[in-house]
């Protein structure tokens, strides 16, 4: 999930560590039929894998589908074709009518998790300047 951002946008192109925004690409199809956008539906299996990461780092149990930010997302693009969606565990999802999906992580402590969660996984290859 987190390796496969799009390194197109300028917020994606950290390479170490989580920022506190990012894009991902294509999640639903452009409003306009001929406009390409990158769209793929397994796009929106990264918004589950990150929401389910969310949920091993805050303690609490993963959403029924439906109730997952992914299922939230589908809904509210079938209903609007942009807004903002807030999680309680401190982050948000922001949809775009060229069907892009910009994650917010409001949370610090959320934010360090899922670094410290990164350093982790990537043990030994990250320099230790970059880790925080």
């Not at 001929?34 to 589950?48: A, F």
């Not at 509210?76 to 807004?83: K, P």
């Not at 360090?112 to 990250?126: P, T, V, W």
């Amino acid at each position: 999930c987190l390796g496969d951002r799009d390194r197109g946008f300028i917020r994606n192109r950290q390479k170490n560590t989580m920022s506190s925004r990012f894009v991902l690409r294509g999640v639903f199809q452009h409003t306009d039929p001929l406009t390409y956008n990158g769209y793929n539906p397994d796009n929106l299996v990264y918004i589950r894998d990150f929401e389910n990461i969310v949920c091993i780092c805050t303690g609490v149990s993963t959403p029924a589908n439906g109730a997952d930010m992914a299922g939230r997302l589908t809904a509210l693009r079938t209903q609007e074709t942009a807004g903002t969606l807030v999680n309680s565990h401190g982050w948000r999802c922001k949809l775009f009518q060229n069907g892009n999906v910009h994650i917010h992580i409001d949370s610090p402590s959320l934010l360090n998790a899922l670094n410290d969660l990164i350093s982790l996984y990537f043990a030994g290859q990250l320099p230790a300047g970059e880790i925080a």
